[in-house]
Nanobody, 123 residues
């Protein structure tokens, strides 16, 4: 399973960005998906996640500003980020937990990561 992350970039405080994360490869189902972020000198933190049923979870620091969504038909997740501030500056990593079958038809569940996407909020 491969993840193609896109979006990100440089934005002024108060601005908006949207990250996308598209999954491809051999899997039966994408279960939950989401984004972590890591700022310089800080631990990686879970920003937002969404289950296959649409249930969402957000870090307290982004509640009310970020919205996570997914398009099941496209196996793609989106993170819309509004009212960005400098504290949101970080590398954002998308992930999916997926289910499938091995070559011997045994069930497997694993996590895949996308490449990091830099988000910089600065005037």
């Amino acid at each position: 399973v491969q993840l193609q992350a896109s979006g990100g970039g440089l934005v002024q405080p108060g601005g908006s960005l949207r990250l996308s994360c598209a999954a491809s490869g051999s899997f039966l189902r994408i279960d939950d998906m989401g984004w972590y972020r890591q700022a310089p000198g800080k631990q990686r933190e879970l920003v937002a996640s969404i289950t296959s049923g649409g249930g969402t979870h957000y870090a307290d620091s982004v509640k009310g500003r970020f919205t996570i969504s997914r398009d099941g038909a496209k196996n793609t997740g989106y993170l819309s980020m509004n009212s960005l501030n400098p504290e949101d500056t970080a590398v954002y990593y998308c992930y999916v937990n997926w289910s499938g079958l091995t070559d011997t038809k045994d069930p497997i569940r694993a996590k895949a990561w996308g490449q990091g996407t830099q988000v910089t909020v600065s005037s």
